[in-house]
Nanobody
Framework: QVQLVESGGGLVQAGGSLRLSCAAS????????MGWFRQAPGKEREIVAG????????RYADSVKGRFTISRDNAKNTVYLQMNSLKPEDTAVYYC?????????????????WGQGTQVTVSS
C-alpha cells in the first residue's frame, strides 16, 4: 500500500503558476503509475495528467496541454504537477493517485490509492 498527501494549492491570479506536490509513504512507490485528477463543484472527477512509473511516458488532458507538466522523483517518493498560465476554469480540488494497472492515463475508477486533495483557485 501507499499513502499520498498533496500540497501546494492556493489562490492565484489568472496567468500565474503553482506547483503541486504529492508525497508518498509506503513501499515500492516506484512501481506505481501515477495520475493527477481534478474535480470542480458539481462536476465529475477528471484526469489531468498521467505518468508511467519510470517517468519516461506522460499524457495530458487536451485542456492543459502546453501549460501543465507532470514529473516524478522516485528517490524522494514525490510526484509533481507544474501548472503555468492558469485560467479560472482550472479552479478545482486536485488529487494525486496511484494505480497498479499497466497504464498511466486511465479513469479514476482504475486507481487504487488517493490523496485527500488540495484546493486550487484561480481568480479572473
Amino acid at each position: 500500500q501507499v499513502q499520498l498527501v498533496e500540497s501546494g494549492g492556493g489562490l492565484v491570479q489568472a496567468g500565474g503558476s503553482l506547483r503541486l506536490s504529492c508525497a508518498a509513504s509506503g513501499r515500492t512507490f516506484s512501481s506505481y503509475n501515477m495520475g493527477w485528477f481534478r474535480q470542480a463543484p458539481g462536476k465529475e472527477r477528471e484526469i489531468v495528467a498521467g505518468i508511467r512509473w519510470s517517468g519516461g511516458s506522460t499524457r495530458y488532458a487536451d485542456s492543459v496541454k502546453g501549460r501543465f507538466t507532470i514529473s516524478r522523483d522516485n528517490a524522494k517518493n514525490t510526484v509533481y504537477l507544474q501548472m503555468n498560465s492558469l485560467k479560472p476554469e482550472d479552479t478545482a480540488v486536485y488529487y494525486c493517485a496511484a494505480t497498479n494497472a499497466n497504464s498511466w492515463f486511465i479513469p479514476a475508477a482504475n486507481y487504487d490509492y488517493w490523496g485527500q486533495g488540495t484546493q486550487v483557485t484561480v481568480s479572473s
